[in-house]
């Protein structure tokens, strides 16, 4: 008996991705553990750093378990998680003010052209000057408030919000405004329901980038004549060089900033679930 011919034709198996694959993919469960791998091979090298370097000098760059440890004892004895509910309340708060001043600005540039040529030129310029330029200025006008400091991390982010959000409602597809005109649509349902809805998620996420800038002004704006907050530790602390202090708020700061970016991710996935079923 022979056998009978096999015609079956043989099942494509696509070739196995890279690492270094251009534009390739990755599931949901490596992008969490190589993203766990990263962060333990910065730690690592951070803390061979602290034993490599000779004991006299260590002081100078603690240790891993020893900044952890400071946190910990700051927060236990020297109040520390209320000079971070302080920095949080400063960054939200003056993020909220930029927002409100951003985004209705910067969606009527992105539908006025009149109006994107009117301001669009100060706006790129003021862009350039920096945050901390502003600081004597600040203290001037405001003195040592928290109202000063908030003012400077206001004026980190809000020219740079503008110039996102702008470029975000102008990524909106003409045809979206085109097809509301022919039916007739007012200005302020075009403006409203058409280039603020179809910009809506990409705005999100320019916030999202630009809090980020918030934080890095955050010492900025507490080291002068700041009595409590993270910055006003930061500053405590070199005064007699405790370099673990210093580090401290630092990791601090990484961290609230970690946390921040996370909550932006999760308002995307609750808002704009549309985006991440077509990713």
Known sequence: MTDKPNNQAPIFAPPRESFFSVRGSVSGRQRFVLGFLGLVSFFLIWQIGHWIT???Q???LPGVDDVVGKIYFLIVNKGFLADIAVSLYRIYLSFFVACAVAIPLGLLMGCFVKVQALINPTV???RYLPAASFVP???VYMGPTDTAKMALLFLGCVFFLIALILDNV???PKEFIESAQTMGASRRHIVVNVALRASAPQILDSMRNMIA????YLVIAE???ATDGIGAVMMRGAKFLHIDVIMAGILTIGVLGVL???LFRFAAHILFPYIHKRK
């Open 54 to 56: 000779p004991e006299l």
């Open 58 to 60: 260590r002081k100078f």
């Open 124 to 126: 790129g310029g003021l």
């Open 137 to 139: 200025l600040l203290l």
């Open 170 to 172: 102008l990524a909106v």
């Open 213 to 216: 800038v918030s934080w890095t």
């Open 223 to 225: 080291i002068v004549a």
């Open 260 to 262: 921040t970016d996370i």
